[in-house]
């Protein structure tokens, strides 16, 4: 851990600069607005060791796969979202020294987050070779009511002397991916201009053969007046940029106004998109920073609104909750169904910052609750047109008869992640589509998705599901062999318990689904058979078949459901056992040890009986917690809040608290010494869950809200809103009472505290 960061209720605050926790922050204090983002990268020169980093939503490329082994089925590339042209570099260069915080004395540092309003504040003093003081106040933002704009306000002070300062100004297409293969680059020159006051830059992925034109306008200031400096434009390939000369009085500050302007041809078509940054950049210079912020600002506070969690009492606790929503909020807006949610949002490259079955594993809750309907119902429409890609994905492995294998990775809907054991055998995510489908359905009350879209899906991965399974004579069960769970520190194993119950409720629900819509909509639903060319008797006979004889791997003398087929010939001993220097055990033992070994990197059997709870009684989950808990590390991200959830059902406070704030503040106290790769952007949902149906013991049980709310002894009280079926609810916590209001929408029953209460 690293908690180096003040605690704040709506500040994330890093005072005194510490270059080998740069990457951290770089990655902590990242913005976005949904179209676009970047990394804390500093404005100004910076030689130290820094991730640059800007992202455009929906533009990759495929990158070659390597693999040392070529199996086939592998994919031919690994899709990743691309570092994209930055536009915020801002150079200061004072009698040919240029400013480089890597190499001056740095004084007075300090970086602040403003996640109410979504305001980057950055100020220091730097000390010049020569003793020139220079003092400097940069804000940055990107804009939530304008996807496409972003606009800085950096200014020079000078202290102890007055001198020429050169600024340059650029926009840089000559960009790497961190993770790039053989050190490729992915851009191509299409188009550079500069002029005096603007740049544009035009580039194009390969093969993708996306455009995004990044183009930038910037105004000097002195005593609110504008000024105009010596000017030198230059054109390069990839880059173009204006360098400025101005005086510089001592202890007069100059203003740098700059403006971003960010469009991708997803949008604009190619032949005018230059065109239209031109037009853009004069919008927002036009505009003004001032005005640009205070539309920005309104966003957030309408956003806080929609889904802001209180926390009275605990500071560390309340910042950790603003910070995951901060950049959900940031990360998706849910307005385009070409988009989804990548692990690390646009805070970094890791995963490639492609598609994963978290999204419907942990974020479609927290958008069900805090958003429009509609914005959830896209991320299931997103997966609903790759539908065809995910029966290529199959076909490719040998399935046939239109059965939909939904990828690990995707951009697009086709599988582009090159683990075997990961790629190939952790198929439990293709039924994470289901369970996300029937959540929808049941929060939102819109069964029409289940007609127009749903059931077409449903029956693909049912398909899948009636021929992954293998009938064993030995057993005289169903059986599902060579598969990886969610506890990837397993791999290859027969009847992982989770997979076999998540595959036996698809088949049962999918059977439930073709009874619905071919009673409700007869039509539609004579439509869809003869189109799928779906044999209802004989397939619906067989998913009943294969449910009614699942194979469930149970040690009965213990009264716990194993994880897979010989889970109990490990050696069985606790995490806690573990010497702090061996922890985390993924980056300091060989993967053999860890395969070996009985640790569980995130919940496995906890994370079915989480999702499936009302088909266990108390007493089993209590016996399969205390069974499996000792032995998981949590050190994947989406590990904590499942265990915060289950804790909380049982009663166990100190051990909800304990992984709470493990996943809240996961990123900013870096528990997993991996927070300079970016942040856990698609975890972060579940620590609202954490809180809503941890601590708040929210459930919906055949379309009625419950709530069974506890307190930690560490909070005075908590609070949080969320929507339901077009009505508006706000909880409040406290020690001595719970408070429901129904604050907008039609009258509601609810249980409280297991009681029928009408709001």
């Not at 992640?417 to 439990?428: D, P, R, S």
């Not at 060579?482 to 998540?502: A, D, F, I, M, R």
Request: net charge neutral.
């Amino acid at each position: 851990m690293k908690q180096y960061l003040k605690h704040h209720e709506w500040q994330i605050i890093e005072e005194g600069f510490d270059p080998h926790l740069n990457r951290i922050s770089e990655s902590i204090f990242s913005l976005g607005n949904g179209m676009m983002g970047q990394r804390a990268n500093f404005e100004e020169t910076y030689t130290g060791d820094t991730h640059q980093g800007t992202y455009v939503a929906g533009v990759y490329y495929p990158d070659k796969t390597r693999v040392g082994w070529w199996k086939n089925g592998y994919p031919e590339y690994f899709a990743k979202v691309l570092n994209a042209p930055s536009w915020i570099g801002i150079k200061i260069k004072i009698e040919n020294q240029e400013l480089d915080l890597a190499i001056y004395k740095v004084e007075n540092f300090q970086r602040v987050l403003d996640m109410k309003q979504g305001l980057l504040h950055r100020s220091f003093v730097a000390t010049f070779p020569d003793g020139k003081k220079l003092k400097v106040d940069a804000k940055r933002f990107c804009s939530m009511a304008d996807g496409e704009v972003g606009a800085i306000r950096y200014s020079v002070l000078p202290i102890n002397f007055s001198a020429k300062v050169q600024i340059t100004m650029a926009v840089d297409a000559d960009v790497v991916n961190k993770d790039s293969n053989y050190d490729e680059k992915f851009w191509d020159r299409v188009y550079e201009e500069s002029q005096a006051g603007w740049v544009v830059v035009n580039v194009q992925t390969k093969k993708t053969l996306f455009q995004v034109c990044t183009g930038m306008k910037f105004d000097l200031k002195i005593d609110g007046n504008s000024i105009h400096g010596k000017t030198n434009t230059n054109v390069r390939e990839k880059y173009s940029d204006n360098v400025v000369e101005v005086e510089l009085e001592q202890n007069k500050e100059l203003v740098i106004y700059k403006y971003g302007v960010v469009l991708s041809s997803e949008n604009h078509a190619k032949d005018k998109i230059v065109n239209t940054c031109r037009a853009k950049m004069d919008a927002a210079t036009k505009t003004g920073f001032d005005k640009l912020f205070d539309e920005h600002a309104a966003v957030w506070a309408h956003k806080w609104e929609e889904c802001d969690i209180t926390i009275d009492g605990d500071v560390a606790a309340q910042q950790g909750i603003r910070f995951n929503i901060f950049q959900l909020m940031q990360t998706y807006k849910g307005d385009d169904v070409r988009l989804n949610i990548g692990p690390k949002g646009f805070t970094g490259e890791k995963y490639g910052g492609s598609t994963y079955w978290d999204t419907e594993a942990y974020c479609l809750p927290f958008y069900l609750c805090t958003s429009n309907p509609k914005v959830a119902r896209n991320l299931l429409i997103y997966r609903y047109k790759h539908l065809p890609k995910a029966i290529e994905n199959a076909k490719k492995l040998g399935f046939t008869d239109g059965a939909a294998f939904y990828p690990f990775v995707t951009m697009n809907g086709e599988e582009c992640h090159n683990e075997w054991e990961i790629t190939f055998e952790e198929i439990h995510r293709t039924s994470a589509m289901a369970y996300a489908m029937r959540d929808y359905i049941e929060y939102t009350g819109d069964e029409a998705y289940l007609i127009e879209y749903g059931l077409e899906v449903l029956i693909g991965i049912s398909r899948f599901w009636t021929q992954r399974v293998n009938w064993s004579k030995d057993k005289n069960k169903y059986v599902i062999l060579g598969v990886t769970g969610p506890n990837e520190y397993e791999n290859n194993v027969n009847n992982n318990w989770y997979t076999n119950y998540l595959a036996s409720w698809t088949l049962r629900f999918t059977q439930q689904a073709v009874a619905y819509v071919k009673k409700t909509n007869s039509k539609k639903y004579n439509e869809l058979v003869e189109r799928i060319h779906f044999k209802e008797k004989e397939e619906v006979g067989k998913w009943a078949d294969i449910t009614s004889k699942m194979y469930y791997a149970e040690d009965k003398a213990l009264g716990v459901f194993l994880q897979q087929d010989g889970f109990l010939d490990k050696e069985l001993t606790k995490a806690s056992d573990l010497r702090a220097s061996d922890r985390p055990i993924n980056q300091k033992w060989s993967r053999d040890r860890i395969l070996r070994s009985c640790f569980i990197k995130q919940a496995d059997v906890l994370q079915g009986i989480y999702l499936f709870e009302d088909d266990f009684t108390t007493e089993q989950i209590k016996r399969n917690f205390d069974f499996y808990e000792p032995m998981t590390v949590h050190e994947s991200s989406l590990s904590p809040c499942v265990h915060v959830i289950l804790a909380s059902k049982l009663g166990y406070k100190d051990k909800a608290y304990e992984m709470y704030l493990r996943t809240s503040r996961l990123d900013l106290d870096d528990y997993n010494n991996d927070t300079e790769d970016g942040c856990h952007i698609t975890s972060m949902a579940g620590t609202w869950m954490s809180v809503v149906k941890g601590f708040g013991g929210m459930r919906l049980r055949e379309g009625k809200l419950f709530f069974n709310p506890f307190i930690p002894d560490q909070w005075k009280s908590y609070s949080f809103r969320m929507e339901f079926r077009g009505r508006v609810l706000k909880v409040k916590v406290a020690k001595e009472k719970t408070e429901v209001v129904l604050e907008s929408g039609e009258p509601l029953e609810i249980v409280l505290n297991g009681k029928n209460t009408r709001l």
